[in-house]
Every structure is written in C-alpha cells, then in structure tokens.
C-alpha cells in the first residue's frame, strides 16, 4: 500500500509538470482492457515516452528499459519502486522471465520494439524479442500505441525542428492506442498496426 501511495503521488508530480510544457492526448484508451495481461508496444521518439504512454491510462504500466539506464543512480530508486525490469544482451533470459511472470500475474508492461529511440521520426525496425515472451504467456492481448508530437523537441533525438511555441501555449503531445491483437501477433504484423495508427493521424 505505501509503493502505491508513493508511486501515485509520483505520478501526479509528472503530470503536474508535463503539463507546464505539454497537452498530453490520450485516444482509443478504451481499447486497453481493464484486467488482464496486457502488452502494449509502439514507437519510441524521446526520453519522456514511458510517462506518455503512462499518463492517459487508469491501470497501473509496468516497463522494461535497458539495464545501464536503469542503473542510473539518481533514478534507480524510481525505476525499483516502479517494478521496472531491466534488460540487457548478457541478462535477457532473466529479463524475459521476470516479463512472462509480471503478465501472467495480469500487469500491463510496455515494451519498446525498436530498440533505441528514434533519430528519424520514422518507425524503425521492430525486434522481436517480445515475441519470446508473449509465447510463453498464451492469455492476454497486444494493444498497439503511436506516440505523435513528440519529434523534434529537447528530449528527442531528431535535428528536425518546429516553430518554437507562441507565449503561453503548449505542445500538443497525443499517445493513440489501437485495437488489441492477438498476444501470439509477430513483430511485422505489430509495426504495421502502429503504421496504421500514425496514418490515421496524418
């Protein structure tokens, strides 16, 4: 009860802040189910995506991030009381096994298939590592996510850049999550679901 507490509280502080800069969008947020293992992957443009992907939702996402980022000393703390799970080339199996249980125990965990965050505003490859663990889950769905607004702005790694913002006003950020999938969906079937919900926003 008292992780909860603080983790809610937390969280309130990120949107308090975000908003500052940000109006954050949150579409077809009706297509996360309500219980049951959820796996939510999409596109990764800027430092601040696990906060968007978190901030429209009512349930509670777990995540998985690389290992030398979550040790980073400042952070570390939050990503523990977060129940992040830390992956890396020498320590997936353990990592993957550590994501088959949060599921199977009915968690949302959220997955970044690229890999790395985007410097071309495009969506990348996607690798198919989760695919390892979504087989050995069965239950539960893969909700698909695009993250659009983002591209271009201090935490993101692309040169491109907009206009800078008019006194007073903020970016609008949206984070549109698409129709469940099949928890056995490949990683080419997925990125093409993400492609569609970027088309919908062109």
């Known amino acids: 009860?008292?992780?909860e507490g603080?983790?809610?509280l937390l969280w309130t502080l990120a949107r308090l802040l975000l908003a500052l800069r940000y109006r954050i969008v949150g579409e077809g947020t009706e297509h996360v189910p309500a219980e049951g293992p959820v796996l939510l992957l999409g596109n990764h443009v800027s430092w601040l995506d696990w906060m968007l992907v978190q901030i429209p939702l009512k349930r509670r996402v777990r995540f998985m991030m690389d290992r030398e980022i979550y040790?980073?000393?400042s952070?570390?703390?939050m990503f523990r009381l977060g129940q992040?799970?830390?992956v890396s080339p020498k320590a997936a199996k353990g990592a993957f096994a550590e994501a088959e249980k949060a599921l199977k125990s009915g968690d949302v965990l959220a997955v970044f298939p690229e890999g790395h965050i985007t410097r071309t505003c495009e969506i990348e490859k996607f690798y198919r590592g989760f695919e390892i663990i979504a087989k050995q889950v069965g239950e539960g769905v893969i909700v698909p996510f695009y993250i659009d607004g983002m591209c271009g702005s201090r935490w993101s790694y692309s040169r491109r850049r907009y206009v800078p913002f008019r006194s007073g006003?903020?970016?609008r950020v949206s984070v549109t999550y698409g129709e469940p999938l099949p928890m056995q969906s490949g990683a080419?079937?997925?990125r093409?679901?993400?492609i569609r919900l970027k088309e919908t926003r062109a």
């Open 75 to 77: 952070l570390n703390w």
């Open 1 to 3: 009860m008292l992780r």
């Open 71 to 73: 040790e980073w000393r």
């Open 169 to 171: 006003l903020r970016r």
């Open 188 to 190: 080419e079937a997925v």
């Open 6 to 8: 603080i983790l809610a």
């Open 192 to 194: 093409d679901a993400v």
């Open 84 to 86: 992040t799970i830390p």
